[in-house]
């Protein structure tokens, strides 16, 4: 009796812990699978038959998506580069650009994985390093909107770090979005920079409305007259009145249809756009190199107003303490840069011709003609069965380079290899026979230089 008692009870306890066991397990799948069915979590993440595509035969084949992001990077470059010859286009090397962020309840949407708030955050920090990157005369501050109201996270600064750092600790969603509250905000802002300065703001709104205290069309005119640039990148739908802002100051609108497609939207905003006519006068601008500050002598820093031990640099005209370049001297106001920074915005007056696809032989006697290795990596151009794989050449230099090289030099590089170690050889060549060039020839009469070529470059 005892002994069956205590089997009894031993059995109701073990089916207790196995109820237990399985109610975890469902409150586990339901939390991992979203309240998803088993079906549907299957393909939640995967979404397989977006790798699929019907080739000429009607039969479906994996998509290459090295080749076609390849392909729209090309038909960019094209259009960029077409636009840009049918017109002379000048374009603002330094730019003021606010990022506004629509950190309303609309944020929180889960339509983009695992929210709007954290893909756009993501996409922020990349789009920031790639500004300073392209950009390294400009700056950036950040604006966010929430409850209805909008707030300055970050004032314009050179500091991509920064920036980061304190976006990512204010991700948080809540209230209404106010696209007059972050206009009117931005134009206090933007109002106070130099006329040489390109006046932008990037909206990247989440919400289907708008919570306004007043009329928003006298906020757009106000923009219009501050030549304020504005553009808006849309999560969910078109909106009329994000549409109008962008035409009547000169923006773009664009509405992401994915993560991917959001992220080349943000990216396009990264080099500088045509600047406006009115801007388009040339200025003289002051500008300081500061040298770097000797390492152990402790300072008082300008910018963060606290004592530093070395490092930073010292403004030529005041002698006060900065951090970071770039920057403006917060005693004298004089435009503070680096050589290097100013070197490397010139690639933009002067882009890389872009390169001409290769056509692929199609008699195989005619493969011989083409390189078997990439000028720039030096990778093999053949695939596994010794045929050609899609590659492009310089039409100036008429090396060929594969499609990895060809999108890292104009994107990265802003420099063709084969150009570049052509025009060394060259200048290689004129100096050691300098009486081959003509305006040699013609000086030499003033120099009063002998028929040796060593002694002549010495002179």
């Known amino acids: 009796m005892n002994s069956f008692s205590y089997r009894e009870i031993n059995n109701g306890d073990g089916r207790q812990h196995n109820r237990e066991e399985e109610e975890d397990d469902e409150e586990e799948d339901e939390g991992n699978g979203r309240g998803f069915d088993a079906w549907e979590r299957a393909y939640a993440d995967d979404r397989s038959w977006e790798s699929l595509q019907e080739d000429e035969s009607g039969l479906l084949r994996p998509i290459d998506n090295k080749t076609l992001y390849h392909a729209q990077y090309r038909r960019r470059l094209r259009s960029l580069s077409s636009a840009s010859t049918s017109a002379r286009i000048q374009k603002g090397l330094i730019r003021y650009l606010y990022i506004v962020i629509d950190l309303s309840r609309a944020a929180a949407e889960m339509d983009f994985k695992p929210s709007r708030m954290v893909v756009v955050a993501k996409h922020i920090e990349a789009f920031i390093r790639e500004f300073f990157d392209q950009n390294p005369l400009s700056q950036i501050g950040l604006i966010i909107i929430k409850d209805g109201v909008a707030q300055c996270l970050t004032d314009l600064g050179g500091s991509p770090e920064s920036h980061v750092k304190i976006l990512m600790g204010r991700l948080e969603c809540s209230g209404d979005s106010s696209l007059q509250n972050a206009l009117d905000l931005v134009h206090e802002y933007l109002c106070q920079i130099p006329s040489y300065g390109h006046r932008e703001v990037l909206i990247l709104y989440s919400a289907l409305s708008t919570c306004d205290p007043g009329d928003i069309m006298e906020t757009i005119q106000k923009c219009k007259k501050s030549k304020i640039r504005c553009s808006v990148i849309g999560l969910s739908a078109e909106i009329f009145i994000c549409k109008y802002l962008c035409q009547e100051t000169g923006g773009s609108y664009s509405v992401a249809i994915d993560e991917s497609h959001l992220k080349e939207l943000v990216l396009e905003h990264a080099p500088p756009p045509p600047a406006i006519a009115e801007f388009a006068i040339a200025n003289l601008i002051k500008m300081g190199f500061p040298q770097r500050a000797a390492e152990g002598v402790i300072s008082i820093c300008s910018c963060h107003k606290e004592a530093k031990v070395g490092g930073g640099y ?3 005209r005041c002698k006060a303490r900065i951090c970071e370049l770039p920057t403006e001297c917060c005693i004298c106001g004089l435009t503070l840069v680096s050589s290097p920074h100013l070197a490397r915005s010139f690639h933009h007056l002067f882009p890389i011709t872009p390169f001409e696809d290769v056509s692929l032989p199609i008699i195989p006697n005619n493969m011989h003609k083409l390189p078997k290795k990439c000028f720039g990596c030096q990778q093999s151009l053949r695939d596994p069965g010794n045929k050609p ?71």
């Open 314 to 316: 010292i403004c030529p």
């Open 389 to 459: 794989i899609p590659c492009v050449v310089c039409p100036k230099c008429k090396q060929h380079f594969c499609l990895d090289c060809d999108i890292y030099i104009h994107e990265s590089l802003h420099n063709c290899p084969g150009c570049e170690s052509f025009s060394q050889s060259k200048l290689a060549h004129n100096l050691k026979y300098p009486q081959q060039l003509p305006a040699f020839a013609k000086a030499q009469d003033q120099l009063e230089i002998t028929a040796d070529p060593f002694q002549a470059r010495d002179q």
